[in-house]
């Protein structure tokens, strides 16, 4: 079974913004457990349990980048970032 709310918000094609980002990445569902952050190679560059509607990404430089979401029901759903 597929829940409501990761379908809505995979329609809409947006998990996250503003995108680009500049040092904050703020998330549009509480749903979330926790984030990777990998580089165009795969290599992971950071992980975060979710505790807050919005996560630093101050460290990270400017680039391209693919956020994986992982939901509190166990989905994972991918999407790519811009850092500015």
């Given at each position: 079974?597929?829940?409501?709310?990761?379908?809505?918000?995979?329609n809409d094609?947006?998990?996250?913004?503003?995108?680009?980002v500049?040092?904050?990445?703020?998330?549009?569902?509480?749903?979330i457990?926790?984030?990777?952050?990998f580089?165009?190679?795969?290599?992971?560059?950071?992980?975060?349990?979710?505790?807050?509607?919005?996560?630093?990404?101050?460290?990270?430089?400017?680039?391209?980048?693919?956020?994986?979401?992982?939901?509190?029901?166990?989905?994972?759903?991918?999407?790519?970032?811009?850092?500015m």
């Open positions: 079974p597929c829940n409501l709310f990761v379908e809505e918000i995979a094609g947006v998990l996250f913004y503003p995108n680009p500049g040092d904050f990445i703020h998330l549009k569902t509480s749903k457990k926790f984030l990777k952050i580089d165009n190679s795969g290599k992971l560059i950071l992980s975060a349990s979710i505790n807050s509607d919005k996560i630093s990404i101050s460290k990270l430089v400017t680039g391209n980048y693919i956020v994986e979401v992982h939901f509190e029901n166990g989905e994972v759903v991918r999407e790519n970032l811009v850092k």
